[in-house]
């Protein structure tokens, strides 16, 4: 029930790169450059923007996981995350630990945070 999510990233033009590859693979996009922040969203909607940092110090991970509308667009973000250098945590696989139909990969982002793209649809 989210109208919206942010982050601080400590450089927002190789996030702002990163996110613009992975979130196209999964039906979002680049909405809106507000100055240093960008939103991201699907229908000219930004629900996740990103920033610089504007408070408190040091890095807290975030776990981010995006819907994708089927496998194989889980399987092409993390193919995104990939080709921009993002670690892998997980590569795209079923999670019956979670419920029979969750599918998903989980890449860690340029600031560290663990960004993952979930289906739980069956194939």
Same mark, same amino acid.
């Given at each position: ?15 702002? !790169? ?5 979130? !196209?693979? =999964? ?5 809106? &450059? ?5 939103? @991201? ?6 629900? @996740?923007? =990103?920033?610089?940092?504007? /408070?408190?110090?040091?890095? #807290?991970?975030?776990? =981010?996981? @995006?819907?994708?509308? &089927? #496998? /194989? ?9 990939? !080709? ?23 890449? #860690?982002?340029? &600031? ?12």
């Amino acid at each position: 029930m989210l109208d919206h999510l942010s982050i601080q990233c400590a450089d927002t033009s190789a996030s702002a !790169a990163f996110y613009d590859a992975v979130l !196209a693979t =999964i039906g979002g996009g680049r909405v809106i &450059d507000f100055g240093p922040v960008v939103g @991201f969203g699907v229908g000219g909607k930004p629900e @996740f923007w =990103i920033g610089p940092p504007s /408070a408190g110090d040091g890095f #807290r991970e975030s776990h =981010i996981a @995006f819907a994708a509308p &089927d #496998r /194989a667009a889980v399987r092409a973000f993390f193919d995104a995350a990939v !080709a921009t250098g993002a670690e892998v945590l997980h590569e795209p696989r079923l999670w019956p630990e979670y419920h029979p139909g969750y599918y998903g990969a989980f890449v #860690r982002d340029p &600031d560290g945070n663990n960004v993952e793209a979930v289906c739980h649809t069956p194939e």
